[in-house]
């Protein structure tokens, strides 16, 4: 049987990818505001247009959570053997994110390592850049990935 | 008419403050994780069990996420003049969130500064220690803050 998923050694450093596409609705910006982020202008047109943002933005914890989504989505396409992450290392929101707005993803494969204390795993740092329907980047994020080595014997 | 709110001023570097209480429901786990995580092992308690999670664990954005809601329940109540974020310099994932679980937050202001191109704004930077309900740290964050002065001719 042919094992077809993605190991750690199938990651290639400086390789980018470029995948996604989330449609930005009202409502959900909406609601995940009011869950997770009731400022005023992430729910109010008003008090929206009383700030920098303009008008009613998705917070950007919702802008990492649909990012989120769109990696998943591609992780799950490549059947990469993910075994979580340990943690971000930087997120920049650069624009604000609209309702409406259309957003896309290009990562890069920045580092990575076997870890010392368990070979049957690798952890990879790899750089996600979101941009919305006008190419504008919206978003960058610098991500720690733990991944199933193929081989725990390896070297590379 | 008295100001009382919370500005760039006000902020002391070294303050440290203890807030929030979120219980974490299984419904809301598996509602966020459908939505922008579906890996499997944070929708199946089967596919949990393979993994070093051991069960169905909140996908660490959702941890974000309620973290933001104590941070700005926390923000609203001090009446803190916030303007947004322009991103986050760290986070790490400690531990696994569970269904049941319940979160508190721990913050201390490290450094701040006022803005040199608009100086009706301040830039603070600070960080967010989660615990569970056993005091468990669950999820670390640096963050940083831009915040209104209530002196724009201040040299603090």
Known sequence: MTDDRLYYEDIEIGARHSFGRYEVSREEVL????????QPFHLDEEAAARTHF????????HSCAMTMRMLVENMTENRQAGLGSPGVDQIRWKKP???????????????????????????????????????EVVLTLISNGMIETRDPAGTD
């Not at 609601?31 to 009731?38: L, N, T």
């Not at 303009?54 to 914890?61: C, D, Y």
């Open 31 to 38: 609601d995940f505001a009011r869950k997770y982020d009731p």
């Open 54 to 61: 303009g008008r009613v933005s998705a917070s950007g914890w």
């Open 97 to 135: 994110v609209y309702p409406g707005d259309v957003l896309r993803c290009e990562t890069e494969a920045l580092e990575k390592r076997r870890s010392q204390s368990k070979p049957d795993m690798g952890i990879f740092k790899s750089a996600c850049t979101v941009f919305n329907q006008d190419d």
